[in-house]
T-cell receptor, first 115, second 114 residues
Framework: DAKTTQPNSMESNEEEPVHLPCNHS???????IHWYRQLPSQGPEYVIH???SNVNNRMASLAIAEDRKSSTLILHRATLRDAAVYYC????????????????FGQGTILTVHP | DTEVTQTPKHLVMGMTNKKSLKCEQH?????MYWYKQKAKKPPELMFV???????INESVPSRFSPECPNSSLLNLHLHALQPEDSALYLC?????????????FGEGSRLTVL
């Protein structure tokens, strides 16, 4: 399976933007880039996903490099509630692949938000 | 209703016990997942069901036995577990096509094996 590399931890101040990087240099053409986050004592929560183009939703924006070897999750104004572990995950959509259907979590980035 | 409900929230069992974890969703999703999460580690995929059929088994020991009796319900039967199986067990669901769309996770069942 193609792997992702994220910083172990990042810190931010409340109401400031946060850019969470993810490297995925071995991404294949059939991999979507997904982001999930896990707040303390909760199950993971979907944030956003994309394939080639940048994506926006009510929670965040996803900026994908032109070569798709890296991406950045952008939280436009961090709040204390955004403190969580953020996971960048590659998900294969090619039904013929051995990793099809799997959502495999890496180590993630622990985001701390300071008041 | 966008919830995945897991019961029980906490379970303590001995190594000779048989118990089950239950997961339910009413979003019309046709894919359901079991994950295991140890403290301070990422969730690890165990099983995936698609349209009530087991489609992925990540080489999980046979003391864990999944069951999907219908499209809304997913069980994990536990038998002869070891203390190292103590963990948070997470259930998730998604729409039918496995690779598309978000997973909705429950809050998990915290299992302690004595």
């Amino acid at each position: 399976d193609a792997k992702t590399t994220q910083p172990n931890s990042m810190e931010s101040n409340e109401e400031e933007p946060v850019h969470l990087p993810c490297n995925h240099s071995t991404i294949s053409g059939t991999d979507y880039i997904h982001w999930y986050r896990q707040l303390p004592s909760q199950g993971p929560e979907y944030v956003i996903h994309g394939l080639t183009s940048n994506v926006n939703n009510r929670m965040a924006s996803l900026a994908i490099a032109e070569d798709r070897k890296s991406s950045t999750l952008i939280l436009h104004r961090a709040t204390l509630r955004d403190a969580a572990v953020y996971y960048c995950i590659l998900r294969a959509y090619n039904a013929g692949g051995t990793s099809y259907g799997k959502l495999t979590f890496g180590q993630g980035t622990i985001l701390t938000v300071h008041p | 209703d966008t919830e995945v409900t897991q019961t029980p929230k906490h379970l303590v069992m001995g190594m000779t016990n048989k118990k089950s974890l239950k997961c339910e969703q009413h979003m019309g999703h046709r894919a359901m997942y079991w994950y295991k999460q140890k403290a301070k580690k990422p969730p690890e995929l165990m099983f995936v069901y698609s349209y009530e059929k087991l489609s992925i088994n990540e080489s999980v020991p046979s003391r864990f036995s999944p069951e999907c009796p219908n499209s809304s319900l997913l069980n994990l039967h536990l038998h002869a577990l070891q203390p190292e199986d103590s963990a948070l067990y997470l259930c998730a669901s998604s729409q039918g096509r496995l690779a598309i769309g978000e997973l909705f996770f429950g809050e998990g069942s915290r299992l302690t094996v004595l």
